[in-house]
């Protein structure tokens, strides 16, 4: 359920996701766009949409990506004026084609098809994505699985670039009936670089959905591909499942200084989701690398709010919003 503040407590939010007073620490910046982003409202999309000329590309995705969460059409234009400036950083791009995707209205469809053939792959991968997924929502299957939704409640409330391969949807058998050939099963079909994108994140969710131990061994199988975009999403997915069996695969990608910072960004707020103890000496360390990109030591700081943030013993956390995201303290 949304939640609802008061008149002065919104411009306090806008404030301090803004930076008005030029003295917010990143980190607090984002608490105050996890809450608006639970307000789910106009004004939220209204406020959230003023952050687009900040300089921190880590901030302007999540804004795009919280606009996307929000589903309101009424952040389409902005979406599309981020998607449209190729001087904006690919990563924010990248997460508003996706937004556009998350809101799936088919006014879309034309606009996402015209960067199919973006220099930047992670945004032509990621319209192409978006461009099924709006598609899918409006097919017979789509339609069936959305009225099928409301009789469990699903494990992640996000909405997803893509559905969990069909069979495997929120709400399907509890983990301990699915086979290890089922998990196989979707494993090849994860790796398969014959298959569409889509199809491969269909089976990227279905084994987010299933969640054992072997279903994070298969989804870090999908580290050794070559496209960023697809790396960062399982990155993203271990963010939302929070196995500690992930943790070795993602401090070997979060150090990896040859792989692309939006994985390595992913990578490090997931192990602040997760945030079991081992970790927070890396993030730390990747805090304050000099060597390192200011996306990385960026997710890093925010990283260290959320693995504190997990292990203060407070309650408040954004359930399921993105991964364990820490929702509102303004
Ligand atoms: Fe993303
Ligand atoms: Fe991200």
């Given at each position: 359920?949304?939640l ?46 003023k ?59 034309p606009?996402?098809?015209e ?14 994505i ?9 097919s ?25 391969t ?15 050939d ?34 994070v ?13 697809f790396?960062?999403?399982?990155a993203?997915?271990?963010g939302?499942?929070?196995s500690?069996h ?5 401090l070997?990608?979060?150090q ?34 000099e060597?390192?990109p200011r ?31 820490p929702?509102?303290v303004?």
């Amino acid at each position: 359920m949304a939640l609802t503040v008061s008149l002065s407590e919104l411009r306090k939010l806008e404030d301090c996701l803004l930076n008005t007073s030029g003295d917010v620490p990143l980190h607090t910046r984002f608490r105050a766009l996890f809450t608006l982003k639970g307000l789910k409202s106009e004004d939220a999309v209204k406020i959230i949409s003023k952050g687009f000329s900040d300089p921190s590309a880590l901030l302007k995705h999540e804004l795009a990506y919280c606009l996307g969460q929000i589903n309101k059409t009424s952040a389409l234009p902005i979406l599309e004026a981020v998607l449209r400036d190729t001087s904006e950083d690919p990563m924010v791009r990248h997460e508003a084609a996706e937004a556009m995707g998350a809101i799936s209205h088919p006014s879309s469809v034309p606009i996402l098809k015209e960067f199919l053939a973006d220099p930047e792959r992670s945004v032509r991968e990621t319209c192409e994505i978006a461009i099924a997924k709006v598609e899918w929502d409006n097919s017979e299957e789509g339609k069936r699985h959305r009225s099928s939704k409301n009789d469990d409640v699903p494990a992640y409330t996000s909405i997803d670039p893509a559905p969990a391969t069909s069979g495997l949807l929120r709400g399907a058998p509890k983990s301990e009936e699915i086979s290890e050939d089922t998990v196989e099963k979707l494993k090849k079909e994860l790796v398969d670089t014959n298959l569409s994108l889509f199809q491969r994140y269909r089976a990227m969710f279905a084994l987010r959905d299933i969640g054992t131990a072997a279903a994070v061994d298969a989804l870090a199988s999908g580290f050794c591909d070559d496209s960023a975009l697809f790396k960062h999403e399982i990155a993203f997915i271990f963010g939302q499942m929070l196995s500690p069996h992930s943790v070795p695969c993602l401090l070997k990608v979060l150090q990896d200084s040859q792989e692309s910072e939006m994985v390595r960004h992913e990578a490090a707020e997931a192990l602040g989701g997760i945030a079991t103890p081992e970790v927070l000496p890396y993030l730390r360390e990747w805090m304050n690398r000099e060597d390192a990109p200011r996306v990385v030591r960026e997710s890093c700081q925010v990283a260290m709010d959320m693995w504190e943030y997990e292990n203060s013993g407070e309650f408040q956390y954004a359930n399921g919003l993105s991964g364990s995201r820490p929702i509102a303290v303004a």
